[in-house]
């Protein structure tokens, strides 16, 4: 059984000749910050206001567009400061002024009043002392209050400001990041257009930012965010941007190379004022990127691959003396190289999971030295994890851990020395008097019992239903069910099964029931597998309703096509039908929508136990015969034991 991996459709990069709204490069050109000669220039003034909420006259900076006219009307952009600045901190770092006089001579802004406050909301705001003192960084927080209270209005008065939701925005840096994306997407009855580049931790858990995500996806006209790739704050934007993705609210995240300073921050306001106050294509948005985030499968450091916002991957390998390069994922890239001998390519947009794939050097398929390896297609390969909406059961959280064990035993039945690996649930060492259900899982063709423990992530996503009091506590062991002999459909027949049950019964429940703490009884069993799995739950599972009360059955069927195999385990049902039925609690049959390539096996055996009186349950849930189905299976059929 070998993986399929469909692939959408890619979202195109915006072209010179394109008609959507924004006409934005990827990237602030050379040149951008530096002052230009002949062309019309804005003015900063600095204003003073009082503020009610703290209690003292407060400073800003205020920027008004070349050409400015008090009888007309401007959107207004608040835009933030980090924790160690003041006011000035854009104008001395990241001259705002230069960078929007650019824009505006080369007719790529909307004009604009730009508003630089001190968001430091104390008597004194001076950046001085313990920046990161309680009191300062409480002020921060406290800008809200005077922002909306005391600043905003006053602007309003004394400027000719336009006043509605739609023709404010809030950005900034770092801190002001944070501010902006919890300040903004918190009063979303005031700004439209929120931007936080490098956000500092002040940032909201995404939870608490967007609680509401139909009601953000309704009222935002853009949300930013941005980041330096080498930026030690990266994974709040990340987790933001996450949580975004998750729940379909539409939003640019821009990662570029760079840590933590005014390169990152200039080039995002370059970026971001650009689409301020006019027309957004939201479907574009994720297009707007230099680099991609990290793929979670790549080893430690790793830079590459990389996951763009659309799910389009990255690939770099450094091979100078490579002739020919290519990535196989499914379809063969071809990679490009450059004057230092590093091949790049990027895909098309990927679906949601894991995937596996080679790099073919001179027609030589080897695994990626960057990426983490799996065995999957009956070899070692490489796999990418690319992120899906609705996977939020499998996301590492903050709950009790158990763990993977592995366990040695020797078989009889292959006359050998094998393994399989048992999941053990938080607590199963401390409460030694408890005894467990368990559940036997079973890999696919091409995989062996690393499958489950590893690209299945059946630890985290039974750790997560136990600490929601959805699944009972149980063990879970994952063997190996390749039995020898011939390998692939050719090989697999009557007596591949029968070798298959008898490893199980005769050596793997009796290695688990004498070294774990085990609750007796086929109530307390169950058995469930994927594609090849499925077969071997269904033929070994079928034939033992008295040792196991639950069986699970993913992505499978008996063979519509093969006769000799399939008409001898209905033979056994029809005769035993009445046996089954009594003796099971659950017989569930899921697939991955019509896309699976075992859908009209699975469709033909359906009739077939309808015809026989088999009782069974029947879930479909889209992906084909793929890692996100068979987790999302093994999360609904975990329910269901105990």
Not at 124 to 134: E, M, Q, T, V, W
Not at 537 to 549: E, S, V
Request: aromatic residues 12%; contains cysteine.
């Amino acid at each position: 059984m070998r993986l399929f991996f469909p692939l959408l459709a890619s979202i195109a990069l915006l072209s010179a000749g394109s008609a959507l709204a924004q006409k934005t490069s990827m990237e602030a050109p050379r040149g951008f910050d530096q002052p230009a000669t002949g062309i019309a220039t804005g003015r900063i003034d600095s204003i003073s206001y009082t503020s009610k909420t703290v209690g003292t006259v407060r400073k800003a900076l205020v920027y008004t567009p070349p050409g400015y006219s008090k009888k007309k009307k401007y959107p207004v952009l608040y835009l933030l400061h980090g924790i160690g600045g003041d006011e000035k901190e854009w104008l001395k770092g990241g001259h705002p002024q230069v960078i929007l006089d650019n824009l505006y001579a080369a007719g790529k802004l909307k004009p604009m009043l730009v508003v630089m406050p001190n968001g430091r909301a104390m008597k004194d705001d001076r950046p001085i002392g313990n920046i990161y003192g309680p009191d300062k960084v409480a002020a921060f927080a406290n800008f809200e209050k005077d922002l909306l209270t005391d600043l905003i209005p006053y602007v309003e008065k004394h400027y000719p400001a336009l006043t509605t939701r739609e023709n404010r925005a809030i950005a900034g840096l770092s801190m002001g990041g944070g501010q902006s994306l919890d300040f903004g997407l918190g009063n979303l009855d005031k700004f439209a257009w929120v931007g936080g580049f490098s956000s500092a931790p002040n940032t909201k858990m995404p939870e608490q930012l967007v609680p509401d995500p139909a009601k953000a996806k309704k009222l935002l006209k853009l949300l930013w965010i941005s980041c330096g790739d080498a930026d030690g704050l990266l994974p709040i934007s990340q987790r933001t941007h996450d949580y975004l993705y998750e729940h379909n609210v539409p939003h640019v995240y821009y990662l570029e190379a760079g840590g933590h300073d005014f390169k990152v921050w200039k080039n995002g306001l370059y970026m971001f004022s650009q689409f301020l106050f006019k027309p957004v294509d939201v479907a574009s948005l994720p297009t707007y990127t230099v680099l991609g985030a990290q793929a979670t499968t790549n080893v430690r450091n790793a830079k590459y691959p990389q996951i763009l916002p659309d799910n389009r991957a990255m690939f770099r390998l450094k091979a100078p003396g490579v002739q020919k390069a290519q990535l196989d994922l499914g379809r063969k890239y071809d990679m490009v190289k450059d004057s230092s001998g590093t091949w790049t390519t990027t895909t098309d947009t990927l679906s949601r999971g894991l995937h596996y794939y080679s790099l073919l050097l001179d027609g030589l398929p080897i695994a990626d030295p960057a990426s983490d390896t799996f065995y999957g297609m009956g070899r070692m390969a490489s796999g990418i994890e690319i992120p899906g909406r609705g996977t939020s059961f499998y996301a590492q959280r903050d709950v009790p851990h158990g763990e993977i064990r592995e366990r040695k035993f020797f078989s009889k039945v292959t006359n050998s020395w094998r393994r399989f690996f048992v999941y053990t649930p938080a607590g199963y060492d401390a409460n030694t008097s408890a005894k467990y259900p368990v559940l036997y899982l079973l890999h696919g063709g091409g995989e062996d019992e690393t499958g489950w423990a590893k690209q299945g992530k059946t630890d985290v996503i039974l750790d997560n239903l136990i600490a929601d009091k959805k699944a009972k506590p149980m063990l879970i062991v994952m063997m190996d069910g390749n039995m020898g002999g011939p390998g692939g459909l050719a090989g697999f027949g009557e007596q591949s099964l029968k070798r298959f049950e008898d490893e199980l019964k005769q050596n793997v429940m009796p290695a688990v029931e004498s070294n774990y703490r085990v609750a007796p009884g086929a109530q307390n069993r169950a058995l469930a597998g994927l594609s090849m799995g499925g077969l071997q739950t269904l033929y070994a599972g079928m034939k033992n309703t008295d040792q196991f009360a639950y069986l699970g059955v993913f992505s499978s069927g008996f063979f519509a096509n093969n006769a000799a195999l399939s008409d001898p385990q209905y033979a056994f049902m029809k005769a035993n039908a009445g046996t089954i039925n009594t003796n099971l609690k659950q017989l569930w049959l899921s697939m991955g929508g019509p896309e699976d390539i075992a859908y009209a096996n699975n469709k033909v055996m359906r009739a077939k136990m309808d015809e026989l009186g088999i009782k069974y349950a029947y879930s479909e849930y889209p992906g084909g015969h793929t890692w996100p189905v068979w987790r999302h299976d093994l999360y609904m059929f975990a329910q269901k034991l105990f």
